[in-house]
């Protein structure tokens, strides 16, 4: 992607490399996510997924090349502007990383007492009373992470993701090992970001999920970026690598939303 479709708040992820024990796990990946758009990254087990999205939301450097968010390098930035960025970037982690020592509630007020430490006691029990009223969580309050089973606390983490209203919304996986009403609870969550122009930059295997909120795709195999773009170019590829990855999920995507039929001009691009 050429540097002129830069704009600002964007995160741009240029020329990424990792590599571990002679393994190449990102190979020279380049994109810019779209602004305000919703973009599933997909791919097979190993390819890479949550490494690239780790990269992209800087939390832990390339060995190659660097990723930048209104300009700001993500990877090199420190003290007030490290501090600033992470308060306009949130991630959801795949398995929770709660504090284990901190109770749920604590977890959630953290971000809040960190980044505004003069912020009334009030306001972050307000913040937070409104941002689970959806989610049966408040009763798990004064527990430890240890005492939640493994959906609720990734449940938990979610929503300690949003509690800063961040900018860029990153998320692995959200609605894996949770109950149906949850996951529709967070699909629901999603939406309404989506709808308030929060970037979302996530991987999901939920072909709900990816009907309901999918702008973009991002298919990665055994390290690099194969396809990326609106979902409408990306499920017409001809790479049928490319194609065997979509299939897992667009195939059922139409169970969901019908406009999915109209993205694959009522043909069927993986036969």
Do not use: C
Request: glycine residues 8%.
């Amino acid at each position: 992607m050429s540097d002129t479709t830069f704009t600002e708040r964007q995160i741009r992820v240029k020329s990424a490399t990792l590599v571990r024990d002679d393994y190449t796990v990102l190979d020279d990946a380049s994109v810019v996510f779209p602004r305000g758009k919703t973009t599933i990254i997909m791919g097979p087990s190993g390819s890479g997924k949550s490494t690239l999205l780790k990269i992209a939301a800087g939390l832990f450097p390339p060995d190659t090349g660097g990723v930048t968010y209104d300009g700001l390098d993500i990877t090199a930035s420190s003290g007030e502007t490290e501090r600033q960025l992470r308060q306009r970037l949130g991630f959801a982690f795949q398995d929770g990383a709660l504090w284990q020592n901190m109770t749920i509630y604590q977890n959630l007020a953290l971000p809040l007492q960190y980044h505004f430490p003069r912020m009334a006691r009030s306001e972050i029990d307000e913040r937070i009373n409104r941002l689970v009223a959806s989610f049966p969580v408040r009763r798990h309050f004064p527990l430890r992470p240890a005492a939640l089973s493994g959906g609720e606390r990734k449940i938990v983490s979610f929503l300690r993701a949003l509690i800063l209203e961040p900018e860029v919304l990153f998320f692995d996986e959200p609605t894996s090992f949770v109950d149906n009403q949850s996951a529709d609870r967070i699909i629901a969550v999603l939406e309404t970001q989506r709808r308030r122009g929060t970037t979302l930059i996530g991987i999901s295997h939920s072909a709900e999920l990816t009907a309901r909120l999918a702008d973009y795709l991002l298919v990665i195999i055994a390290g690099r970026i194969r396809a990326f773009g609106p979902v409408k170019e990306v499920v017409q590829t001809a790479d049928r690598e490319v194609q065997t990855v979509l299939t897992e999920v667009l195939a059922d995507a139409a169970t969901f939303d019908g406009d999915i039929l109209d993205l694959l001009d009522g043909s069927d691009p993986f036969s």
